[in-house]
């Protein structure tokens, strides 16, 4: 399994905790394993969306097992990943407008395949690799924009064209980098103006209430369709100066069947075809809600993933 398609799985399970808060197990029994006792007393508090305006911090942290099945050979991946940035909202302009910018500032990555380690920390140190390096550096210092209107419903993305020349400059083949902004501009359209928050729950919570939610993806770069099943429970409350933090550990699952797999934004596989029979991520961690910006800004999970490929080489039928 090429390092470039171990960085889409991760990116995207990223992506769908950060934008969405998700959870959830295969089994539909929407058990939580959870022995914590919470010692808040308050009132219950609606974790909802918003956008405040100051500066903040956000990290993400994932841990992920893969088990890939490709013409009967089967390749173990495991990979760490650190993602921090700083995030800036703006004051609403004239027309009630917001922008919502995340800069890049540090991410650490290191990967094994089969018997091959490679590793990647932005902050130095030895024994780093030049391919993953090519991939993961021009990140560093890259941010996005967003743009939210009075409604907070977003209006438009900048800054991805931008992250796929720095990319295209570090010697990653530019029609590569070409289809993966298409894909990735897309993707994350979809993410934002159809999904952000729906699967927050709709009604205040408090310390033990759970919540299950589900939502399907339609544009994963690479991987087409995704759904998304979803289970959390609120584990804490903490007060802070800011205001209130909510702790919500939450099991996930996201799964994909039968589907072709976009070699375009992959290297292209010189002219060989892939589908996909069956990949099922199944993840758990926790995420600390910030309720007086109303964004997640601590994530923290454990995923594994099992799946199943057919690769046909150029010019077979």
């Not at 990223?14 to 007393?41: I, K, M, Q, R, T």
């Not at 890049?104 to 094994?112: G, K, L, P």
């Not at 560093?140 to 419903?153: E, H, Q, S």
């Not at 926790?286 to 007086?292: I, W």
Request: glycine residues 12%; negative net charge; contains cysteine.
């Amino acid at each position: 399994m090429p390092l470039r398609i171990t960085w889409m799985l991760c990116a995207l399970a990223c992506c769908a905790v950060s934008c969405s808060a998700p959870s959830s197990d295969d089994s539909g029994s929407g058990e939580l394993e959870d022995n914590f006792v919470s010692s808040y007393e308050g009132p219950k508090i609606l974790l909802k969306a918003k956008f405040s305006p100051g500066e903040y911090t956000l990290t993400e942290a994932l841990d992920m097992n893969m088990r890939i099945t490709a013409e009967g050979d089967t390749v173990p991946i495991e990979m760490a990943m650190e993602l921090s940035g700083g995030v800036v909202i703006t004051e609403p302009d004239a027309r009630g407008d917001q922008k919502m910018r995340f800069t890049c500032e540090s991410i650490a990555m290191t990967n094994v395949t089969g018997s091959v380690k490679q590793h990647f920390d932005s902050r130095g140190g030895g024994g780093q690799s030049e391919d993953l390096a090519r991939l993961l550096r021009p990140m560093i210092g890259w941010g996005a924009t967003l743009t939210v209107d009075a409604n907070g419903k977003f209006k438009r993305i900048e800054g991805i064209e931008l992250l796929m020349e720095r990319i295209s400059s570090s010697g990653v083949p530019s029609q590569q980098s070409r289809a993966l902004r298409k894909q990735m501009q897309t993707f994350l359209n979809e993410m934002l103006t159809k999904h952000w928050g729906k699967l927050l729950p709709t009604e205040p919570v408090g310390p033990g209430d759970t919540w299950e939610g589900k939502i399907n993806v339609g544009s994963v770069p690479a991987l087409g369709e995704l759904g998304v099943k979803a289970n959390c429970r609120l584990r804490d409350i903490r007060e802070t100066p800011g205001g209130k933090i909510a702790e919500v550990a939450f099991k996930m699952v996201m799964s994909i069947r039968d589907k072709p797999l976009d070699m375009s934004a992959l290297g292209g596989g010189g002219g060989a075809e892939a589908r996909i029979g069956s990949m099922v991520f199944q993840g758990n961690g926790t995420f600390e809600f910030d309720t007086s910006i109303g964004l997640s800004t601590l994530v923290k999970m454990r995923m594994t993933c099992d799946g199943d490929m057919a690769i046909r080489p150029p010019g077979e039928e």
